[in-house]
């Protein structure tokens, strides 16, 4: 079983830039969640995907945009890149069948953005 | 509006005593608790979780409680080992809400066990 992988795992923008963040969920897991963990802070929700569409959204603006494929795989998309926009990106996959909600994160990618 | 709070940024405790973190949250809709730890350069992973109808859970040296009127939980390690040291999250989710899957987290408590 294979667990949660992103790619790429650190990343240097510029600001205005468009930047894609990619996640292949683990086996067996149909719903995939991204979140934003500032330096210091928690985890912050972005959105959440299941059978390919979006399922919940957290404040974020719409210059966060997602996908999610056939194989459950999923991008992260952040256009028109802000300094602050600098954060850990999270994937995290799930399955609604699964105990305790079943979260399996990734390690996410490093997004610094200069 | 932090809904999720851990007010203690930092712990420090020797081997084999008892480590108690704290995590309270203001939104009476959240029904489900969960504590994740997280190592540098490593995502957060499931530590141990407690349902709403129930005021404590136990998994080996892992105990978490929930007192609800003062929505409040710990969470208790012990005895506590140096590979314990990590970033502690708590979070909480609302299971019975539409937007299923958003965790929502704490800002976390890194924990120190030396030995």
Not at chain 2, 61 to 75: G, P
Not at chain 2, 99 to 109: A, D, E, M
Request: proline share 5%; hydrophobic share 30%; aromatic share 12%.
């Amino acid at each position: 079983e294979t667990g949660v992988t992103q790619s790429p795992t650190h990343l240097i923008k510029t600001r205005g830039q468009q930047v894609t963040l990619r996640c292949s969920s683990q086996s067996g897991h149909n719903t995939v969640s991204w979140y934003q963990q500032a330096l210091g802070q928690g985890p912050q929700f972005i959105f959440q995907y299941y059978r390919e569409e979006e399922n919940g959204r957290g404040n974020f603006p719409p210059r966060f945009s997602g996908l999610q494929f056939p194989n459950y795989s999923s991008e992260l998309n952040v256009n028109a890149l802000e300094l602050d926009d600098s954060a850990l990106y999270l994937c995290a996959s799930s399955s609604k069948t699964a105990a305790n909600y079943g979260y399996t994160f990734g390690s996410g990618t490093r997004l610094t953005v200069v | 509006d932090q809904q999720v709070k851990q007010n203690s940024p930092s712990l420090s405790v020797q081997e084999g005593r008892i480590s108690i973190l704290n995590c309270d949250y203001t939104n009476s809709m959240f029904d489900y608790f969960l504590w994740y730890k997280k190592y540098p350069a490593e995502g957060p992973t499931f530590l141990i979780s407690i349902s709403s109808i129930k005021d404590k859970n136990e998994d080996g040296r892992f105990t978490v409680f929930l007192n609800k009127s003062a929505k409040h939980l710990s969470l208790h390690i012990v005895p506590s080992q140096p590979g314990d040291s990590a970033v502690y999250f708590c979070a909480a989710i609302n299971a019975g809400g539409t937007s299923y899957g958003k965790l929502t987290f704490g800002q976390g408590t890194i924990l120190t066990v030396h030995p």
